[in-house]
């Protein structure tokens, strides 16, 4: 209990100080956001701060913060470290410079954003990288919520059933214009998913069970298969400290926000939000399984889905346990819709679609969707995966990115280290899985450690000498 509440108020720290310093060096702006200088009534709707943050929580919220720290558990209490560290130093700064650079840049879906800041063949890639994740996202964040629907209704209401329902109400979702089904439900649901990750936290307490906690004993891998913690805890976490998912959610908000002013709660807030929902799910499944051996077991024989059934109804009972279920359910459809939203959003700026009239959101929306559709007869555990590794591998290239728009628009080119760095590690995260993973090369640790971090090296000394440069140029210009 002890690391649980000290890893919640770190959190809170770095939000009032850290976030606070990430914002200073932004420095926010008067200047009309692009919701107040030219809405449309469908992308671009102005909305209070209060439903802005709360849409923006439930669009990156979805299974991540809830499956990727369960399935993280597994290597131990240590997970927690990486949850509010990678959250605050990585997660939340690479939100909420996305965010505001789409800001400052009209609204631009992320693909645009790097291509600007990066270059014409990285926009390429990041235009079909964008796609390809947010179309995964859907199938992923539609199978996930199905199971569980299934699991609390009669047998005819099986997952394929759920699927069909979950997919029609995203077709609806991505068409409409933002503030008649997202900008009303939402609220709601937020309010749903955050009472919901309180109810937990309050049966696992007064229930008898005991939070794990990261002491000498505790701060080691405890994985039963001996998976090494680098990179595999990193990848696995996903959502939960560090995702490049967010990064596409929001341009979204940023056609949305009233004011730059707004955005460290909007967006570095919403993340650390999630990672609290994140801490939460880790220490039950430690907490209710009792250790990292009984956890695994259970994701093994029960599944994900089954896993966060078996905990809501054994620490709330059937009741409260369906109400938190329910609360599950929630999080992946809002972030599915979303997801799909934004996938037609990318591609209307990538092709210069108008996108104004019903008729010509439908014909992107329906290919997106039904191609989801048939992702999610893909066994969930290989989608997953594929997607973990890619949203990290997203996030490592935004933050690398988000790092170049600093140099070229911050008051000193060195504050673009608050980028910088964080994409230097998620540099070396990402090399190093993809050398030794399954899904990957599958090389041995010997080869992958050190390849990965000589990669993410060369990133950084590359970076370096570019902002050493820049810093020059800049000294030359004022003198």
Not at 121 to 147: E, N
């Amino acid at each position: 209990m002890i690391t649980f509440i000290a890893a919640l108020l770190v959190l809170l720290v770095g939000y009032l100080i850290y976030g606070r310093v990430v914002e200073r060096i932004v420095v926010p702006s008067d200047d009309p956001t692009p919701a107040m200088a030219h809405p449309d009534g469908v992308d671009f709707t102005p909305m209070k701060k209060w439903r802005v943050f709360l849409i923006q929580l439930l669009n990156i919220a979805g299974t991540g913060p809830i499956f990727g720290p369960l399935m993280g558990a597994v290597f131990g209490p240590v997970v927690f470290l990486w949850i509010v560290f990678g959250s605050i130093l990585g997660g939340a700064v690479h939100d909420y410079l996305s965010g505001m650079a789409s800001v400052r840049n009209d609204g631009a879906s992320i693909s645009e954003i790097v291509g600007k800041y990066l270059g014409a063949a990285a926009k390429q890639v990041m235009r079909i990288f964008s796609v390809v994740l947010l179309v995964c996202v859907g199938a992923v964040f539609t199978t996930s919520p199905a199971g569980l629907l299934a699991r609390l209704t009669p047998d005819y209401m099986n997952t394929t059933f759920w699927i069909v329902v979950i997919m029609a109400y995203y077709v609806l979702a991505t068409l409409l214009p933002i503030d008649k089904v997202i900008g009303k439900l939402y609220p709601v649901f937020g309010v749903v998913l955050m009472f919901m990750a309180v109810g937990i936290v309050g049966g696992l307490v007064f229930g008898g069970y005991t939070l794990p906690e990261l002491t000498s004993g505790t701060f080691a891998n405890l994985h039963p298969e001996g998976k090494p913690i680098w990179s595999y805890m990193f990848v696995t976490v996903a959502c939960g400290a560090v995702s490049g998912f967010h990064s596409t959610q929001s341009p979204m908000m940023a056609r949305c926000i009233e004011s730059e002013k707004q955005g460290r709660a909007i967006f570095y807030g919403a993340m650390l939000v999630e990672a609290v929902i994140a801490m939460v799910w880790a220490a039950a499944g430690l907490g209710f399984y009792g250790n990292t051996k009984g956890l695994s077991g259970a994701l093994a024989s029960l599944g994900q889905s089954g896993v966060v059934y078996d905990i809501s109804v054994g620490v709330l009972g059937k009741i409260g346990g369906a109400l938190a279920v329910i609360g599950v359910v929630v999080c992946p459809i809002s972030t599915g819709d979303t997801a799909f939203r934004s996938a037609r959003l990318t591609l209307a700026d990538w092709f210069k679609l108008d996108q104004s009239s019903l008729g010509k959101r439908l014909v992107l929306a329906v290919p997106l969707i039904g191609t989801a559709a048939v992702l999610t007869q893909i066994d969930f555990d290989v989608i997953w995966r594929y997607f973990s590794w890619s949203n990290q591998t997203l996030a490592m290239i935004v933050l690398w990115a988000m790092a170049v728009y600093l140099v070229q628009n911050a008051k000193k080119v060195w504050y673009s280290l608050v980028s910088a760095v964080p994409a230097a590690f998620m540099s070396a995260v990402s090399a190093t899985y993809i050398l030794m993973a399954d899904e990957g090369f599958r090389l041995s640790t010997k080869i992958a450690y050190p390849a990965g971090i000589a990669a993410a090296a060369f990133l950084l000394v590359v970076f370096l000498l570019y902002m050493i440069r820049s810093g020059r140029a800049k000294q030359r210009e004022l003198s």
